[in-house]
């Protein structure tokens, strides 16, 4: 609804208006006015103060004022003027809506007379509002068939003016076909309505727009306009009729579900709910509803299963198009199936065997197999074909049947599943293909001999291990499998050290592992060969053997041994000499030990473990050699003793200990006057032994005497049988100086043997060794005292070696005449001196020993070794 308009009042039209209730409220006895609406604030109303025959200054002194009964304050009082005017915007309309009279009553309080006087002022209405349509654009439907005259309601127009300010005609734009007429009720608001006056035809024109004016009856006038949209309405007086009668088409068979393979179209003139058409199929089989769907709205067909042109070329369909009220119309819908290459091959085995022996020979059938395609033409036909890598191949028989046979030597070993994949393909285009799988399994024959993975094997076992121990396991393949792959072990038999190898280690036939029957000691056994057969259960069994050497490793369990100087048995220590003057690094005897073990368990250092004299005497850490760290000092004992400790290198180290004596002296002779200075400890001991050593003395000297006497009455019957030695013409003036003895020549021979006197020990007890003497000083040799021949002969032999005419024969008696006496005299000399130089040593060397031992008091007198 379009605002209101007001217009303000001209003054004479308020000042007639303020007269006219003047005169009216004079007249009654009840105080009357008359405004017209739509007065601005502050207006006038009437003159209060004259009507109640006071003075306007009387008003606040007599207490006048409005009273109004719960309603909005609409006047008020001028206490200047005395006058009524108006205290807002009055708005009729909103006051008395409909109402032909507006009239606002209320009292006026004089309220110290406690008088009220009634006031009635009536609004009186302007043309302020125009005329509005409840709808502005309005709709109206018309069947194409109404008849002329008749009526069809519009909306409703309201005005809130009254009088001639309120609604007063219509007016509608030019047509030939519509009018409009105004209905009203009493007075309530009117009504127009649109009247018919001819026929319609929606076909000829289905639209019309019309405007309808609404006036009023106000100076000025006002009105409103709505644009009404009349539509003819179609009625059902036309069927739908199809674009043609026989629709054709031609689709492959592999179209997709849900494809659509047409549309059919039929057209109704017609509109609305009468021009709607509808389509369905008639005459058709259930196979074919099942194929084919159709769109109910639209027409469109399309495929609700899959195509198969194998099944069916050609379908046949009738579609019929109805609208709303029933009218319909028939067509025809032909489709042909085209053929594609949408069916693989396929491959049918009729009969075969699973499993071939790897033994079979070339040629072997193994399977029968038919191909066969469900298109037709070049889409039907269809090749086979395996891979060129396996053992087998086709051969074609009749029908699209083909045989698969092996083409090759199978081996088991090397392939035991043969996956065949036969590939089958047709000649469409594209080509479409399909691959079915022969399992071929190749049964096992024994025609492999299990294996060693290594030609040899090592074992290393330490020693002292536990009998039964487990020490290697042997694992030998067998590529063929079940019985032909079960392998058993053994150990071919031979013997060591006269025992059987079984005696040593033992094989389980079934795991391969060995086990030791023994411990082993790495000094008795260090190594073992073997040979272990490894055999399967085939038939006939196939074996091989591999070499197994077993080698014993050393552990650290033997001591070191000292071989010198040796431990004795009997509780005396060895004494080995120092001379006095020996310098520093001397070397004054070695320790030799040996190790058992090897390696690094026989690597062996030597140190000094205690000292008589600290400082004195060093050991070599690997030669053992016992050297003077220092000089020999006049303070230092004659006897030193040291324990030197040998230790081998083995986890954990073992070591052994000895104890040596060095008795410091620059000689034999000094040796003795040192012990004879020195007073026995025990002189009864002492006494009984050197009876002892002079009765062993004599009687040894008296065995040597005999063996002398002897010795030369042999030689005196030898050379009275011998004749004349006719090489040795020289005489004694041939003979070497050095084959005679005197008595210088004694005194030279005791004289170096005094100074050449060294100390040793034996493996069992310490004994005093002599060495050789230097004979360079002397006039005979150690070895003409040694020799067991004839001492002519031998120096007969001697002397004629290089000059063969000093020996001449006897032609008579064909024996050797001595050229000289001299000869027969040397000879003679020459065992008395044997005999006496071993006599003196012999009893020098007991009194030696004797007083040695005497003088260290370590243990009974050792025996003498020459």
């Known amino acids: 609804m379009a605002p209101l308009q007001r217009r303000p009042l001209r003054s004479e039209q308020v000042l007639l208006l303020t007269l006219l209730g003047t005169l009216w409220g004079a007249a009654a006895a009840q105080i009357r006015y008359s405004i017209p609406e739509e007065l601005e604030k502050g207006s006038f109303v009437g003159n ?9 200054r009387e008003l606040a002194e007599h207490g006048v004022r409005i009273v109004f009964r719960g309603r909005t304050q609409l006047f008020s009082l001028n206490p200047r003027s005395g006058s009524l005017v108006t205290a807002g915007r009055i708005d009729r309309e909103e006051l008395c809506a409909q109402s032909p009279r507006c009239l606002v009553s209320f009292n006026i309080l004089v309220e110290d007379k406690l008088n009220l006087y009634p006031v009635e002022v009536e609004i009186v209405d302007i043309n302020d509002n125009t005329p509005q349509f409840l709808k502005e654009e309005l709709e109206v439907k018309i069947l194409e068939n109404a008849a002329p005259s008749s009526r069809f309601p519009l909306t409703e127009v309201y005005d809130p003016d009254v009088g001639i300010n309120s609604l007063q005609g ?8 519509f009018s409009v007429d105004v209905q009203s009720e009493g007075h309530g608001p009117k009504y127009p309505e649109l009247v018919l006056e001819g026929t319609l035809d929606r076909e000829g024109e289905a639209v019309y727009h019309l405007v309808l004016t609404a006036m009023d009856g106000g100076d000025p006038v006002r009105s409103s306009v709505a644009r009404i949209l009349v539509t003819v309405v179609d009625v059902n007086d036309n069927a739908p009729v199809f674009t043609q009668p026989v629709y054709r088409i031609s689709v492959p068979e592999n179209l997709p579900v849900g494809t659509p393979v047409l549309a059919v179209n039929a057209t109704d003139q017609d509109e609305g709910v009468h021009g709607e058409v509808t389509y369905y199929f008639v005459k058709i089989t259930e196979k074919i509803s099942q194929i084919f769907c159709l769109n109910v709205l639209t027409g469109e067909i399309s495929t609700s299963a899959n195509l198969d042109y194998e099944e069916s070329r050609f379908y046949e369909l009738g579609v019929e198009a109805r609208d709303q009220p029933g009218l319909r119309d028939r067509a025809k819908v032909l489709i042909t199936i085209l053929d594609v290459n949408d069916n693989v091959p396929e491959v049918v085995v009729t009969s075969g065997s699973r499993t071939i022996a790897e033994s079979a020979p070339p040629g072997t059938v193994i399977a029968l197999f038919q191909v066969f395609d469900r298109d037709s033409g070049l889409n039907g036909l269809v090749t086979c074909s395996i891979p060129r890598s396996l053992p087998f191949e086709l051969e074609k028989s009749v029908s699209n049947y083909y045989r ?20 089958a393909t047709d000649k469409g285009t594209p080509p479409l293909s399909t691959e079915t799988i022969i399992s071929l399994n190749v049964a096992d024959t024994n025609d492999n001999p299990p294996t060693f993975p290594h030609s040899s094997y090592s074992v290393y076992v330490l020693e002292n291990n536990p009998r039964g121990a487990s020490i290697f396991s042997v694992n030998a393949l067998d590529p063929d499998m079940d019985q032909n792959a079960r392998v058993s072990y053994s150990l071919a038999e031979d013997t060591l050290q006269g025992a059987p190898l079984s005696s040593y280690v033992s094989i389980n036939s079934d795991t ?9 000691d790495y000094e008795q056994l260090r190594d073992l060969q073997l040979w272990v057969t490894a055999s399967d259960s085939g038939d006939p069994p196939l074996s091989s053997n591999v070499s197994l050497s077993l080698f014993v490793l050393d552990q650290n369990d033997n001591a070191p041994e000292i071989l010198y100087p040796a431990i004795p048995t009997d509780g005396s220590t060895g004494v080995e000499l120092a001379p006095r003057s020996a310098e520093p690094g001397y070397l004054v005897t070695k320790v030799v030990a040996v190790d058992r073990d090897s390696g690094q368990n026989a690597w062996l250092s030597y140190r000094l473990l205690k000292a008589s004299e600290p400082g004195l005497f060093a050991v070599g850490l690997h030669t053992g050699e016992v050297r003077t ?12 003793s040291l324990v030197v400790a040998v230790q081998d290198h083995g986890q954990p180290p073992l070591s052994a200990t000895v104890t040596l004596t060095v008795a410091v002296a620059d000689s034999i002779p000094e040796i003795l006057a040192d012990l004879g200075s020195l007073e026995p400890s025990d002189g009864s001991h002492n006494s009984d032994l050197t009876l002892y050593l002079v009765v062993a003395v004599a009687v040894v000297s008296c065995v040597f005497l005999a063996f002398v ?18 090489a040795l013409g020289g005489g004694l003036a041939s003979m070497p100086g050095s084959h005679f003895v005197g008595v210088d020549g004694v005194r030279a021979f005791l004289q170096t043997y005094s100074h050449e006197v060294s100390l040793t020990a034996d493996s069992r007890k310490s004994h005093l060794i002599f060495p050789q003497p230097n004979y360079a000083d002397t006039l005979i040799s150690q070895e003409s005292c040694e020799k067991s021949e004839s001492l002519l002969t031998t120096q007969d032999l001697l002397e004629t070696k290089g000059d063969p005419r000093r020996l001449q024969v006897s032609p008579a008696r064909g024996q050797l005449e001595p050229r000289n006496w001299s000869v027969v005299f040397g000879s003679i000399l020459h065992t008395i001196n044997c005999t006496i130089m071993w006599g003196i040593y012999f009893t020098s060397s007991a009194v030696f020993t004797f007083q040695m031992y005497n003088h260290l008091g370590e243990g009974p007198m050792p025996e003498i070794w020459l």
């Open 48 to 56: 209060i103060a004259k009507d109640l025959e006071l003075e306007p």
């Open 170 to 177: 219509f007016k509608l734009s030019g047509n030939s076909h």
């Open 404 to 423: 698969l046979v092996t083409n090759a030597a199978l081996d088991r070993e090397e392939v035991s599943l043969y996956n065949i994949t036969v590939t």
């Open 512 to 520: 391969g592992i060995l086990y030791t029957l023994r411990s082993f």
């Open 629 to 640: 760290a220092r000089a020999l000092l006049d303070r230092d004992a004659l006897k030193q």
């Open 709 to 726: 006497i002897v010795l030369l009455a042999l030689r005196l019957r030898r050379w009275h049988k011998s004749r004349r030695l006719q």
